[in-house]
């Protein structure tokens, strides 16, 4: 791993107007995550797991605080810019696969690359690799629906690395399949993990899946309270207040 943190999370809050209520969903969050690590998010619904992955990822930006992500500051960008990072830096895994059904899987999987300025030579060659990686070189005209629920995540997995992203981040992706399959997918982000070095942010109620992490943060009430080291059983208590 490098000496310097991939991603930087700096004194962020995310705030909502519910009409005239001020909702506080996350507060005065402080982290730092490596490199190459494998770290889950969890925590009870409504606790602010997925709004810190969405910060993380790009996708939403805090109502103060600032984000880095490999030293460029992601919470100042505007969107047109946002966007163009978040295709080359970030791959997307859902718990409900999100692919379109009247594609194949490798129409599905060359999807982010038509963002890109790519010769079709060059995509082919991207798409392939990606299905390879997750297994699935004998699925690539199958569409959806003719896939079974780990193969569609599978998909879903590919289509997240065919850009080569520094940061994969998963939200629940485990939610919809069963422990089988679900073991399998755990499989895999941890291969991606290790063998391809992946940053991986894991959103999760399963404790069997934060197990897999490398590092495992909790949030509770818009604020992390605990991060743990599941290599070495240490972990770190962080105080916070109700307001």
């Known amino acids: ?19 005239s209520e001020r909702i506080v969903v996350l507060r005065d969050v402080n982290l730092e995550i490596a490199a190459a690590d494998f770290v889950a998010l969890i925590g009870p619904s409504g606790s602010g797991k997925t709004t810190l992955l969405n910060l993380i990822a790009g996708l939403d930006q805090p109502t103060s605080g600032r984000i880095w992500f490999d030293g460029l500051e992601i919470s100042k960008l505007d969107e047109a810019r946002l966007a163009r990072w978040r295709t080359n830096a970030v791959g997307f895994v859902f718990q409900f696969f999100h692919l379109i059904p009247v594609l194949t899987a490798y129409e599905n999987v060359e999807l982010p690359l038509l963002l890109l300025n790519l010769t079709a030579r060059r995509r082919r060659e991207q798409v392939l690799m990606a299905l390879d990686l997750v297994g699935l070189s004998h699925r690539l005209h199958h569409r959806p629906g003719q ?16 850009t080569d992203p520094k940061l994969i981040v998963a939200d629940e992706p485990t939610g919809d399949l069963d422990h089988v399959k679900s073991g399998e997918i755990l499989d895999l982000l941890q291969s991606l993990q290790q063998e391809l070095q992946k940053t991986i942010l894991l959103v999760t109620h399963d404790p069997a899946a934060a197990a897999r992490a490398r590092r495992v943060l909790r949030i509770d009430k818009g604020t992390l309270v605990e991060d743990r080291s599941m290599h070495s059983g240490r972990f770190r208590l962080f105080e916070w207040t109700v307001q």
């Open 1 to 19: 791993m490098s000496a310097q943190p991939l991603i930087v999370v700096d004194n962020v809050a995310k705030e909502y107007m519910r009409g």
């Open 147 to 162: 896939l079974s629920g780990g193969e569609q995540q599978r998909v879903g997995i590919a289509r997240a690395l065919v």
